[in-house]
């Protein structure tokens, strides 16, 4: 899911800019426990992400 | 024949500048262009009449209505005469009865008295009656309705009967059909004595090409046309006016009842959405209401394997609490959540999201929206600044161009696809895009100037396609964008489109369409002057459903289409009340009105009027709740009116997830899918059974009223305020208006909503507040609700589900007229006559290739599962697609649906599924237990060409 989200940020020509895309989105819409979830995936080597959704959730805030 | 106590003015209403005139004495002030029939009903004058009704034009044929006009010779028809100033007219005189009284006893003599069976439903028995006619001078062998071939009465249709020997050839019934409904299927066959009304080439009612939309009947001035309940129970003796609980466009109606039980259902005239018309589920397909399958009893059971127990509502409510909170103490707060429903009404989507987020302290709750029009809400917010539709749907009437894309109004939103089918005669231009053949391509008088037949997943390469020749051929609107939008996203996205990869030629391997038609139809669309476009499930229910709402919202706002009547972009919402689910809060990252849980402001006001701390976090949608379910952080469901295990993808997914609940609670009218793996069982009550609000497509609020007394003693709402109260948070609503004022005050487009104002104006489109205090008709007038438009680049990204050698084959999915959804309601309703089966529409070259012929049964495997269907073999589909409905249970449509979904929304992308098809010798063992446990039904399969006009 966060590679098709990326897929969509892609677009934009700014790669800053499209990670922060896909970092607000999940951000925004995507429950505690599913970003915990993907904040480990990206921690235990982001295996099948692509470059730009790895990039959006290193950003992301952390979940308590 | 109309409604009860409706007062029929003869000729439709018109619009022109003000004239006065006398009639009978009286001084009377009209439009311009009003007929003197009218003129007179309107003073209370009434001319009599037999062929004229205010829904049709005006005719001319019968005769009854001459008037004398001072100063002119001879009697004028008060119908076809048009009222002018200082015009003088007599409506009686001595000279006027004898003729009327002549011309009906010709009428008589076709008719005799008592050939009615009830005269007060009569018109011609009424009016005779009151002329003193008994008997006709002219009744005799050589008169017409004895030369007449003896035909006997027609009751093929369900629902109403045709009686020929009643029949005047007033040809109201023909009219109503042509001009009403646009369906062309009545006709007059014959001449002189030997006239009578026939439904295609003299075929019995239910073999023609009749929609059974019900306008001819209630068109018809005699017995002839009368529906079969009113037949039986007779004339109503009150009404109550309503909201139809089907599709969205949200009809008008007024239950009409007789000794307690609805006996006939008719479109309210004074309907803004509908304008006087309804179709065959509105009108008659109300039955299941009282169907005896409804479950009226609470029931429990400890596991989905015990048999269910009945109980009391306070017992079944109890258990449940008692449960959720035993589930909540031991894996947490956010281990449950709960689902709204679009088939209820606004008060109840309100308080299930209410009870969620304040009773069960969770953000966890989401509504069936989330499968169909999500992408729909994500998208327009995104680029105009409001979850919703531009328009009301008359504004049709002022459209030059109109695109209809991945939407088949006529069998998912027939009233509304009659008003555009108006509009379409009168000369407006047609674009469709969509896989299939929708019947909006080709019927009687309305073509389709262009029929993009894209390969199913490829809307967003279609829609840049038609943006760059937009863009490069210079037929944006600068100046609109220049004044409306943010100029570095037009930037943007010009470059981005006007990019050859963008352009139609490049596009035609990936959509199929030719690169000359999809030019074609850009600039037929950007000239319009007036393009509006309407679309569909075939839109959002897709991999990029977003990105293509998105790329719709681009074009409109490049070519300038938007803020005007005429223009816009208007989603076709499937159920009733989906716009009003989603406006009330029920998706799990936002509040009513839109507005996302993180906005402190916003939470501070619901604490503030709710007493109780609410969460800051978005919570689960449906998908991550089946999800969670199965990983073991997600263990109870209140689920309001919905069938997830019918209705979503993957079933196979969906059950699993269902069975490791520890509670599900359903609240439902019937045993759904869902309840076999159910603990609690809370009955439901219908539209019929309480008062409320639904919000239609055009962000219309129309009251729902109650009719009769719920069946299972308590409306939905009272379930949801008994089950918060068991849950430790006091609900203390006395009636349905109270939760509205209580939306009100929290949602700033709806301030100015209460069930007054609503009663009083008849319904509001929100938003309604201090800025437009009666609602507002058209959106972004002047400027966008965002401040200045955002244009968003919109790449095409290609689904993952795609053909192989093992799945050769794309399907897609839809709706046909007569069901409804997961066929719930309609399944349990004489609508079988005309559809009692899925089946699986497949192109007679895969037909040919396969070794299949029409009616084998094929089995159906996709990468998700398999299924059996009966197949029907058209070129209604293009080759290499085939395409189903999934009304049936019985046809497992959604075992074979992935859980590919919109990247933005998890809206499940139902509309490609990649599939192979061969034929079997029968249906599979799960669908011939199922089949065999059903009861025996009379059912037959007949299409009434209002689906099937092509191949």
């Known amino acids: 899911m966060a590679n098709d989200i990326a897929a969509f940020f892609d677009a934009e020509p700014d790669k800053v800019a499209a990670a922060e895309g896909v970092r607000f989105h999940i951000s925004r819409y995507w429950e505690p426990r599913m970003r915990r979830a993907i904040i480990a995936h990206v921690q235990n080597g982001a295996s099948g992400l692509t470059p730009t959704a790895r990039a959006a959730i290193e950003k992301l805030t952390p979940v308590a | ?951």
């Open chain 2, 1 to 951: 024949m109309y409604a009860k106590d409706y007062h029929d003015l003869g000729t439709p209403v018109t619009n022109g500048e003000s004239v006065t005139l006398e009639i009978d004495g009286a001084t009377i002030t009209v439009p311009a262009g009003t007929s003197i029939m009218r003129a007179a009903a309107l003073a209370d004058h009434d001319v009599p009449k037999l062929c004229a009704t205010d829904t049709l034009r005006q005719f001319g044929s019968c005769r009854v209505c001459l008037v004398e006009i001072e100063g002119r010779k001879g009697f004028p028809a008060s119908c076809t005469t048009e009222v002018t100033a200082g015009m003088k007219v007599r409506t009686q005189s001595e000279a006027l009865a004898k003729m009327r009284r002549g011309v009906l006893e010709l009428y008589v003599s076709e008719h005799p008295m008592g050939t009615c069976d009830d005269a007060s439903r009569c018109e011609l028995e009424k009016l005779a009656g009151e002329h003193g006619i008994g008997e006709s001078r002219f009744a005799g062998p050589k008169t017409a309705r004895h030369v007449h071939t003896p035909k006997p009465v027609d009751a093929s249709n369900p629902y109403f009967s045709f009686d020929n020997d009643s029949c005047i050839v007033c040809s109201r019934c023909v009219r109503a059909c042509e001009e009403t409904q646009g369906t062309y299927a009545l006709t007059v066959q014959g001449r002189g004595l030997q006239s009578r009304i026939v439904a295609s080439q003299n075929d019995p009612f239910l073999e023609s090409e009749c929609v059974s939309c019900g306008a001819c009947v209630e068109a018809c001035p005699t017995g002839a046309l009368m529906e079969k309940s009113v037949i039986t129970a007779g004339l109503p003796q009150q009404a109550f006016p309503t909201t139809c609980a089907y599709c969205g466009v949200g009809c008008a109606l007024i239950a009409e009842v007789t000794d307690g039980a609805v006996s006939r259902m008719v479109p309210n005239r004074d309907g803004r959405a509908n304008q006087g018309h309804a179709c065959v589920k509105g009108r008659f397909a109300y039955g299941y209401a009282t169907h005896a399958d409804r479950v009226t009893k609470p029931l429990i059971r400890k596991s989905i394997t015990d048999d269910w127990r009945e109980v009391s509502w306070d017992e079944a409510i109890d258990y449940a609490a008692s449960e959720f909170k035993r589930i909540q103490a031991k894996h947490g707060r956010d281990s449950i959540g709960g689902i709204t429903s679009s088939r209820c009404t606004n008060e109840e989507t309100f308080l299930v999201q209410k009870l969620v987020r304040a009773a069960f302290g969770t953000n966890n709750v989401d509504t069936c929206a989330r499968v169909c029009h999500s992408p729909t809400g994500y998208g327009l917010k995104h680029t105009l600044g409001e979850s919703a539709g531009t328009q009301e749907f008359v504004s049709v009437q002022h459209a030059d161009v109109i695109m209809v894309i991945g939407a088949s109004p006529t069998e998912a939103h027939p009233v509304f696809a009659s008003q555009m089918k108006r509009r379409l005669r009168a000369g407006a231009k047609l674009i469709v895009v969509d896989p299939r053949a929708i019947p909006l391509v080709k019927s009687p008088h309305v073509e389709a100037d262009y029929h993009l037949r894209l390969l199913p997943g490829t809307n967003v390469a279609i829609i840049n396609a038609l943006a760059h020749v937009v863009v490069t051929e210079g037929l944006t609107r600068d100046d609109y964008v220049a004044e409306r939008c943010e100029k570095d996203s037009w930037e943007k996205w010009k470059k981005f489109v006007a990019d050859p990869i963008n352009s139609p030629e490049a596009m035609e391997p990936i959509t199929g369409v030719k690169a000359e038609l999809i030019r074609g139809a850009a600039r037929l669309y950007a000239r319009g002057p007036n393009g509006a476009i309407y679309y569909g499930l075939g839109v959002t229910e897709h991999s990029q459903g977003s990105t293509m709402v998105m790329g719709i919202a681009n074009l409109a706002m490049a070519t300038g289409n938007l803020g005007r009547e005429g223009v816009g972009v208007s989603p076709l919402r499937g159920q009733n009340n989906v716009q009003g689910s989603c406006d009330m809060g029920s998706f799990p990252h936002e509040f009513s009105g839109y507005r996302h849980v993180s906005d402190d402001a916003t939470r501070a006001l619901f604490e503030s009027m709710w007493k109780v701390q609410l969460g800051n976090e978005p919570g689960l949608r449906i998908p991550n709740m089946f999800e969670a379910a199965l990983d073991g952080s997600f263990k109870g469901m209140y689920i309001q009116g919905e069938d997830l295990a019918q209705s979503d993808p993957n079933t196979s997914h969906v059950t699993a997830a269902l069975s490791a609940l520890e509670c599900l609670v359903i609240q439902d009218i019937f045993h759904n899918e869902t309840a076999k793996y159910a603990h609690v069982f809370l009955p439901g009550s219908s539209f019929l059974e309480k008062d409320g609000t639904f919000t239609n497509a055009e962000r219309r609020i129309s009251r729902v009223r109650k009719v009769i007394e719920p069946l299972a003693g308590l409306a939905d709402w009272e379930v949801t305020v008994r089950l918060s109260n068991a849950m430790g948070y006091p609900m203390s609503y006395r009636h349905p208006s109270e939760i509205m004022d209580e939306i009100a005050a929290l949602t700033p487009t709806f301030t100015g909503v209460t069930f007054e104002k609503i009663d009083r104006l008849g319904s509001i489109q929100w938003p309604c507040n201090a800025k437009a205090p009666e609602g507002t008709p058209t959106m972004h007038v002047g400027q966008f609700v965002r401040g200045k438009g955002k244009f968003y680049v919109t790449a095409y990204v290609p689904t993952t589900e795609r053909t192989s050698s093992k799945y050769p084959l794309l399907l897609t999915t839809g709706r046909v007229l007569t069901q409804y959804n997961v066929g719930a309601q309609t399944r349990r309703t004489q609508n079988l006559a005309w559809h009692s089966e899925d089946r699986l529409e497949l192109h007679p070259h895969d037909a040919e290739a396969r070794g299949i012929d029409h009616g084998d049964w094929v089995g159906v495997t996709s990468r998700a599962g398999d299924t059996v269907l009966r197949v029907e073999i058209t070129e209604r589909v293009a080759p290499g697609v085939v395409y189903t409905t999934f009304h049936f249970p019985e046809s497992g449509a959604n075992l074979i649906t992935t859980e590919n979904s919109d990247w933005a929304t998890n809206c499940p992308e139902y509309k490609v599924t990649a599939v192979q098809v061969v034929k079997v010798a029968q249906p599979a063992a799960w669908q011939r237990r199922r089949q065999a446990a059903m009861p025996a039904s009379p059912r037959r399969r007949r299409a009434p060409r209002e689906e099937s006009p092509v191949g």
